[in-house]
């Protein structure tokens, strides 16, 4: 299901309503999702990097 609603959700309310922080932490490394959508996640939200993990330079 988080799978689904980071790559569909419309709004910040879809994202609050389905998703919680703690449970969307320890599954990250496990969804599928496309490399652009997890690099602009990870980069918003550095929690969910992979530890020692750094951000590509543009």
């Known amino acids: 299901m988080y799978e689904r609603v980071i790559r569909e959700a ?18 990250w490394r496990d969804l599928f999702l496309p490399v ?3 690099t602009a996640w990870e980069a918003r939200f550095p929690a969910l990097r992979e530890p ?7």
């Open 10 to 27: 419309q709004t910040r309310d879809d994202l609050n309503a389905y998703l919680n922080a703690m449970s969307l932490q320890k599954m």
């Open 36 to 38: 652009p959508v997890k």
């Open 52 to 58: 020692g993990a750094t951000t590509a330079a543009a």
